[in-house]
């Protein structure tokens, strides 16, 4: 359970993330109150999730997610490149985050 929990606060990390694109410094109402109300969510669950996960593992897999999700976000919506480099550095991310998942029974 703890797992899920941990995997739904990387995903309110990936909207509170590119919530601040459309922030525009936090000039902007309602993508401001947004992007606050996903980051109390996603780090509520994070620290719902640490109560039963390692810290380095939780916040090493938090900051993944969050960082592939992010990521993936910029290519297919928002015209970042896909470029070979990047693609490997992400798909290397996702290896060290099943890497400590797997080593973190």
């Given amino acids: 359970m703890h797992w899920t929990i941990l995997?739904?606060?990387g995903l309110f990390e990936i909207v509170w993330a590119v919530g601040l694109k459309y922030t525009e410094g936090f000039t902007r109402l309602w993508p401001t109150v947004g992007t606050l109300a996903a980051m109390a969510i996603s780090f509520g669950l994070l620290a719902q999730a640490m109560?039963?996960?390692p810290l380095g593992t939780a916040y090493a897999?938090?900051?993944g997610i969050g960082a592939v999700g992010?990521?993936?976000?910029?290519i297919m919506l928002l015209g970042e490149p896909a470029n070979p480099?990047?693609?490997?550095?992400i798909a290397l991310i996702v290896a060290?985050?099943?890497?400590?998942?797997?080593a973190t029974a």
């Fill in 7 to 9: 995997f739904l606060a």
């Fill in 51 to 53: 109560k039963a996960l």
């Fill in 61 to 63: 897999v938090w900051v």
């Fill in 70 to 74: 992010t990521a993936l976000v910029g």
């Fill in 85 to 89: 480099g990047r693609l490997v550095s």
């Fill in 96 to 102: 060290g985050v099943v890497g400590l998942k797997l």
